[in-house]
Each structure stands twice: as structure tokens, then as C-alpha cells.
């Protein structure tokens, strides 16, 4: 019953100091922000009611890393373009409805499955409810320490809006423990987004397609598409906002306070003014210490830590392969890929690739493409990555024949298994690039 | 109305304005991105359909072009070769989002097979090129670790006839045939061995007889045809002439002028036959034989002046990258003496 407690209680921690950083955005409308979370709270569960057909775990948690980059954003442009809040502070008093309703409707769907998983609704349910009022209760009892003025002194727009974003950026996954960090699909964002910047270059200036090109060429693209470019871009962009913040605060005009008549008062004056500004620049650079340090410790996803499980056999029965949906050890709509493996008689082994879309349907291809040697795909989020090239594929696009994309088998996907004829995996497999990998092309 | 322009430039020069175009080309391209797969497609698409996304486009690159001249007119005097570091990375970096644009907008493109003595046409305006020859530029023989001589480990060269003479076109660069706005680039795409076969049935008679496309290089990838009207496919593969070993390293050599092909006839997912070329491949009472090998290429037509904008624009950030740590090592010496200046008096 640890997990749902965890859920309970992750949920009441993220609203909790959502709650205080918008009281101090919004200073005098104390309870607002508070009554903002309470609706949230009430709203969120109608999410167990919504038909399957939305798929809304999966939209939900699109919602999560979108509100992410939105609060990124607002909080760049209220630093760059207005240092005393071009921003109505009115707009924090409901911005906790809507930054927790995704969290609270998130937890209500990942407690629905734990429930299902375990066959107790009322004991999941009450356990995550217990740890949820349990930490409310607490933040209740230290409510003044917390919402005090002098801890307000750090709390402006820019930093109320980055605080949030962080909070996001680290407890954004909605569910429970497993959904912690968003940081690993911003990652395979910049990633995918590199690698179409370099491919886009590459055809416009007719640079060929890549079987033709020479190993050292590959590998000077390769920095590109790999996923230390990508780490240190995701970084940057990461950094970015804070680090702006922290200068526009500490290196702004110094203050000569002309209207004071003695050198004393004058001094006074403007040793305040700096204190003032350690005090808001110092959220700016915690943040900074808390994003550099959650990237190096969640980020930096290398291609031996993408989740890569180990094919299970399969085996032919009169000229078909049957993989059942769901078995104990499985769950072929779980998401993650699962990957299967044939040996024939000759000796060889192909491999396939199972995963569900966004969309439930499930994506059947070989575990190799056209192009590369058959090194396979690893996970990384809503992305399977080529082993050979780093190329990232979304999910979602899986099943498309073409470039470096698995190759798609024909299957028939019945409501218990999956069945797909020898001769189509053999007709397949036979297009794979079986180059060795000793060539050392990328 | 004199004020009326001032205003407008000024608000075009603003910083504001890259700041709020800036986020929101972030927002657009984050929105794609969350909520489909293919972002960067989906945005090229937008760029190329919408006037209104063209509009704030060539705004964007008249802000930030404004913004630079700026900054160029007041840093030149003061801070020469860190402005010319700067100018030359945003400078590229300007010239890359406008051949972009341009290429977006405005790319025509074709990719024609090339045969000798056939012709590739341009499509927007109907000028035929004629193909005098097709080198496959094939050495003898290749190693399979073997790491080319060029840009690809094996590049081929067609010849164009042009208004101004024969041509010879490789895979890269590409080259400009009839001017850089209005002509056309053109590059080898893809290029591959064709073996020549011949099937014969029982009796002897030629059933079918002619070149097959493959795409076999660089050597170890397998292509394969089906023979139109009947239930054979025929998978190729190239077959090493030799192997060499030199402790555990293994090397293939492949004989690319006179290639041995490992050939496996397949029938309805059933594998007949798996024999090498070197001899008729005999199934079903058929047989295959490869009378031959040519060569094939792909041609890559574009006619798109981003492509000029945007190699101007790499060079220009290659030369930044060069002057940049001039520059600021220039900085730090200035810094340095300064501060002796400083403790000296």
C-alpha cells in the first residue's frame, strides 16, 4: 500500500506549494489560491468517468509536459519584458485550478489502475486519501511559517511562475513514482528536434541520403543526433530562463538614491536595495542548482540506459506466430515495447517489436529497419530509438514503412493475441540491412 | 506619414519583438510537438500553406536582420572582431532561417532515373538535359570496413549535356546547371549495381531477359525483385570474392566490377534456391542466370535559391567559430592589461 500512499501524498505536497507560491504572487487575496486548489480537487475525479476512447492518462500527461513549457515561457517573458509583472497578478489566484487539475485527475487514473491491478478500489482509494490529508493537514498546522511575509520576499511573478515550472519539471509525470520526472521526454524532444533540424539542412543543401556516406561523415553528424548534443541542448534550454532571471536581477543599473539628503541615508538605502535583490535573485539561482541537478541525475539518457528488453522466443505453430495481449509477465498495452524472437531452423533469429500507440492500437514491425544494420530500438518515453543511428521515431508513427522507421508486419490483432504469418516475417526480415556492425558505418 | 514609417521601424527594430516572436515560435512548435509525432513536418507544412505564417516569418527575419545592422553600426567602432564574431554567427544564422524560407516556399524538385543516352527533364520548364554517360566510378574490388576515398565510401558521376557544355554531376556538392535563381541543382541521389538477367524456361526459350535496379551498395545490404506474372521472388545479396582474417577481425573483399551475387529464389515465402551467380540457378524447372552487370543512378533536381542562402549561412557560422576565439582572446588580453595598468599605478 506504499504506492498509493505516495500518491497521496506527492499530490498534496505539489498542491500544497503551489498554493504557497501563488499566495505570495497574489499577496493580499490569501485564500483564493486555496479555494483554486479545493476546485481543482472536486473536478479532478469527474476524469474517472470520461470514456475510455479519450485515452486520457495519455492526454493528461501530454498536459503536464505542455503546462511545463507554457509556465516556461510565461515565466521568460515576464523576466525579459517586465520586471514589475506585465502579467495581472489576479491571473495567479486561478492559476492553481488549473496547474493541478492535471496532477489530481492523473492520480485518480493511476490509483484506478493500481486498484484494478490489486482488486481493492476501497483500500487504494483510502490509503492515497489518508496520505493526502495527512500532508494537507500539516502544511494547515505550519500554514504561517509558510505563508509568511518574509518568505513572500522571494516570491515575485517571474519566480512564482519559474517555481512552478520547476515543480513541474521534476514531480510533473502524472501517476505515481513512475511518472516522476518530465525531464526525460523534454530530452527526447530536443532530440527529435535536432535531428530534424540537421536532416532538413542536409536535404536542402542535397546532401544524399545516408547509405552512401562515409563512416567519418556519419560520425560528425552523429554528435548531432546523439544524445549528448541533445543533453547539452535540453540543458541550456533548461538553464536558460533562471539564469536570465538571476542576471536581470543582480546586474540591473545600481540605485543612487538622490532623494535622500545625507551620504548616510543614501548608503542605507542602497544596501537595502541590494539585499533586496540577493533575496529575489536567490530563487533564481536555487532553481538553477535544483534543474542542473535533477538533469544530471534523470537526464543524459546514454543509448545503454533506453529500455531495451531482452526478446522472448516465440515460436511457429503450422506456419503462424500467436503472442498473446496479456499474460502474467505482460502487458502488450502497457506502452513500453516488447520484443519477441524466432528462430528457424537455418540458424537465424528474427526479432519483432510490439507497443501500443497513444491511440490503444497496437503496432506490430520487425525489430530493425531498411537502412541500418539490425542493432534494434530502445525506448526512451513516447520515442523508440534506433541502437545503430540514434535516430528517434515517435510511437505514434509506427507501423509507416520508409528511412530508419522498424519495419511494419502484417498482423492480425484479435481481443486476446496477436497473429501474424512465418512468411510475412521471413519476407521482411529478408530487406533487413544485415551489414555487420563491425563496418562501423552510423 | 514620415512618423507613421518611424513608428513601424521602430517597432520592427524592437527587441520586444524578437522577444514575443521568439516565444511564440516556441509555443507553435512545443504545441505540434506535445500533441502530434511529427512536429518539425507539421511546421514545414504550415510554413509552406499559410500566408499568415509567411508573413510573421519574413517579419521575424526583418527584426532580427533590423537588430543586427544595429548593433553592427554601434559595435563595429567599439568592439570590432567580438562584433564580427557575433555578426558572423547571427549573420548565418539569419541567412540559414531565410534559405530555409525560401526553400520552404519556393523548392521544386525531381528525381528522375538516369540512363545513358536518355534525358532528365526539369519540370517547371520543360528543358530536357541529355545523359552522355554513367560512371559508376566502382573500384575493382571494396572491403567491407573500407572507408571510402571521399564525402561516400563509393560515389558515382553522370555527365549532363548543358547549353554550356557536358557537365559531370557526383553526389556532392550539387551542381548549378543554368543559373543560381532560375536553373537547376543537381546531385546523384542514389546509385547501384544492375545485374543483368535471363530467365529460361525448360525448353530453353528466354522467358525474360533485362536489367534490375538493386540497391546492393555499399556491400552487405540485400535488395530484392519479383518476376512480373509469376509467384518467384529473387533476393540478392553480394558475395564476398574473398574473406581476409587477421586475428579476430574478419574483412570481406567484394569484387564490385564483375560482383558475385549470393542469389535465393523464393516462392510464396518458401525458400527453392540459395546459389551463387557464378553459374545458372535452376528451379522449378527454370533457370536464372546473370548474363552481366551496369550500373544505375538517381538523379536529385532542385531548382531552389534557399540552397545558396543556407550554404552562404554555414559558411558564415564556420568563419564565426573561427574568429570567435580570436575574439575573446583578444578580450581577456585587453582585460589583463587593464587590470596590470591598475595594480601598476
Redesign the interface.
Known amino acids: 500500500m506504499i504506492e498509493p500512499l505516495f500518491v497521496g501524498v506527492k499530490a498534496a505536497v505539489i498542491a500544497s506549494m503551489a498554493v504557497a507560491a501563488c499566495h505570495h504572487a497574489s499577496k493580499k487575496n490569501g485564500n483564493m489560491p486555496v479555494i483554486a486548489a479545493a476546485i481543482a480537487l472536486l473536478i479532478a475525479p469527474f476524469a474517472l468517468y470520461l470514456p475510455e476512447s479519450l485515452n486520457a492518462g495519455n492526454v493528461i500527461s501530454?498536459l503536464s509536459?505542455?503546462e511545463f513549457?507554457?509556465l516556461y515561457?510565461a515565466a521568460?517573458?515576464s523576466i525579459?519584458?517586465s520586471s514589475d509583472g506585465r502579467f495581472s497578478r489576479a491571473a495567479m489566484l486561478f492559476l492553481p485550478a488549473v496547474y493541478l487539475l492535471p496532477d489530481f485527475a492523473g492520480s485518480a487514473l493511476h490509483l484506478r489502475e493500481t486498484a484494478l491491478m490489486r482488486g481493492n478500489a476501497v483500500s487504494v482509494f483510502a490509503t492515497s486519501t489518508a496520505g493526502f490529508i495527512a500532508l494537507s493537514a500539516l502544511f494547515i498546522r505550519f500554514r504561517r511559517n509558510v505563508l509568511s511575509p518574509d518568505f513572500g520576499a522571494f516570491f515575485g511573478l517571474p519566480q512564482t511562475l519559474l517555481f512552478l515550472a520547476v515543480m513541474r519539471l521534476l514531480l510533473g509525470g502524472a501517476g505515481g513514482g513512475s511518472g516522476w520526472s518530465i525531464i526525460p521526454a523534454m530530452q527526447a524532444?530536443t532530440m527529435?528536434?535536432v535531428h530534424?533540424?540537421v536532416h532538413?539542412?542536409f536535404s536542402?543543401?542535397?546532401?544524399?541520403?545516408h547509405?552512401?556516406?562515409?563512416?567519418?561523415?556519419w560520425n560528425f553528424i552523429g554528435f548531432f543526433f546523439g544524445p549528448n548534443f541533445s543533453m547539452m541542448v535540453t540543458a541550456g534550454l533548461l538553464v536558460t530562463p533562471p539564469v536570465m532571471f538571476v542576471k536581470r536581477i543582480l546586474f540591473a543599473p545600481d540605485v543612487d538614491g538622490h532623494v535622500f539628503e545625507t551620504a548616510a541615508e543614501r548608503r542605507l538605502y542602497r544596501a537595502d536595495v541590494r539585499l533586496s535583490r540577493r533575496k529575489e535573485a536567490a530563487a533564481g539561482i536555487v532553481f538553477i542548482a535544483v534543474i542542473l541537478a535533477a538533469w544530471f541525475i534523470q537526464g543524459g539518457e546514454s543509448p545503454t540506459t533506453r529500455y531495451n528488453p531482452a526478446p522472448k522466443p516465440v515460436v511457429e505453430d503450422k506456419g503462424v506466430v500467436v503472442i498473446p495481449l496479456k499474460d502474467p509477465t505482460m502487458n502488450l498495452k502497457d506502452g513500453a515495447i516488447h520484443k519477441f524472437s524466432l528462430a528457424r531452423d537455418d540458424g537465424s533469429v528474427m526479432r519483432l517489436l510490439v507497443t501500443a500507440r497513444s491511440d490503444g492500437s497496437l503496432a506490430v514491425c520487425l525489430d530493425a529497419c531498411e537502412i541500418c544494420?539490425p542493432d534494434g530500438y530502445g525506448q526512451s518515453g513516447k520515442t523508440v530509438i534506433c541502437l545503430f543511428c540514434d535516430t528517434p521515431i515517435?510511437?505514434?508513427?509506427l507501423g509507416k514503412a520508409g528511412g530508419c522507421n522498424p519495419i511494419p508486419v502484417r498482423a492480425e490483432v484479435t481481443a486476446a493475441d496477436i497473429r501474424i504469418?512465418?512468411?510475412?516475417i521471413?519476407?521482411k526480415w529478408?530487406?533487413?540491412?544485415?551489414?555487420?556492425n563491425?563496418?562501423?558505418?552510423r | 506619414m514620415k512618423a507613421s514609417v518611424g513608428k513601424i521601424f521602430s517597432l520592427v527594430a524592437s527587441d520586444?519583438l524578437t522577444?514575443?516572436l521568439v516565444?511564440a515560435w516556441?509555443?507553435l512548435?512545443?504545441?505540434l510537438?506535445?500533441?502530434s509525432?511529427?512536429?518539425?513536418?507539421a511546421f514545414?507544412h504550415l510554413l509552406a500553406a499559410s500566408f499568415v505564417f509567411k508573413a510573421v516569418y519574413i517579419v521575424f527575419l526583418a527584426n532580427i536582420t533590423v537588430r543586427l545592422i544595429a548593433y553592427l553600426r554601434v559595435s563595429l567602432r567599439v568592439r570590432p572582431l567580438m562584433a564580427a564574431a557575433n555578426g558572423l554567427f547571427v549573420g548565418g544564422f539569419i541567412l540559414?532561417l531565410l534559405?530555409?524560407f525560401l526553400?520552404v516556399a519556393t523548392k521544386q524538385m525531381a528525381q528522375p532515373l538516369a540512363g545513358e543516352g536518355s534525358a532528365v527533364v526539369t519540370p517547371w520548364d520543360g528543358k530536357a538535359y541529355g545523359i552522355e554517360r554513367v560512371a559508376p566510378s566502382l573500384r575493382d574490388s571494396v572491403l567491407?570496413?573500407d572507408?571510402?576515398d571521399?564525402?561516400?565510401?563509393?560515389?558515382p558521376k553522370v555527365t549532363i549535356a548543358t547549353d554550356d557544355g557536358a557537365v559531370e554531376i557526383g553526389?556532392?556538392?550539387?551542381v548549378n546547371v543554368g543559373g543560381y535563381l532560375g536553373g537547376a541543382?543537381m546531385?546523384?541521389?542514389?546509385?547501384g549495381l544492375a545485374p543483368v538477367i535471363r530467365v529460361s524456361g525448360a525448353d530453353g526459350n528466354v522467358m525474360r531477359e533485362g536489367r534490375v535496379a538493386l540497391?546492393l551498395?555499399?556491400p552487405?545490404?540485400?535488395?530484392?525483385f519479383s518476376l512480373d506474372g509469376t509467384p518467384y521472388s529473387f533476393?540478392f545479396?553480394l558475395s564476398p570474392s574473398r574473406v581476409i582474417k587477421k586475428g579476430n577481425?574478419?574483412g570481406r573483399v567484394y569484387d564490385i566490377v564483375r560482383p558475385v551475387y549470393e542469389i535465393?529464389v523464393?516462392k510464396?515465402?518458401?525458400e527453392l534456391a540459395r546459389e551463387l551467380s557464378n553459374r545458372p540457378i535452376v528451379f522449378d524447372g527454370l533457370a536464372l542466370e546473370i548474363t552481366g552487370t551496369s550500373s544505375w543512378a538517381i538523379l536529385?533536381i532542385?531548382r531552389?535559391p534557399?540552397?545558396a542562402f543556407?550554404?552562404a549561412g554555414?559558411a558564415m557560422l564556420a568563419a564565426g567559430g573561427v574568429v570567435l576565439p580570436l575574439a575573446v582572446a583578444r578580450v581577456f588580453s585587453m582585460l589583463t592589461r587593464h587590470r596590470a595598468g591598475e595594480y601598476n599605478s
Open positions: 501530454r509536459a505542455y513549457i507554457l515561457i521568460a517573458l525579459r519584458l524532444l527529435k528536434f530534424d533540424v532538413h539542412v536542402i543543401i542535397l546532401v544524399p541520403d547509405p552512401l556516406l562515409r563512416v567519418t561523415v544494420p515517435p510511437t505514434d508513427t504469418s512465418v512468411a510475412e521471413v519476407d529478408r530487406r533487413v540491412n544485415m551489414r555487420a563491425a563496418e562501423g558505418g | 520586444r522577444v514575443w516565444a516556441t509555443l512548435y512545443v504545441t510537438a506535445v500533441w509525432a511529427e512536429a518539425f513536418t514545414i540559414i534559405g530555409f526553400s567491407d570496413i572507408d571510402g571521399g564525402l561516400f565510401s563509393l560515389e553526389a556532392f556538392p550539387p541543382w546531385h546523384v541521389l542514389q546509385c540497391r551498395l555499399p552487405g545490404g540485400s535488395d530484392r533476393v545479396k577481425t574478419e535465393t523464393v510464396g515465402g518458401e536529385d532542385a531552389d534557399g540552397i543556407v550554404v554555414l
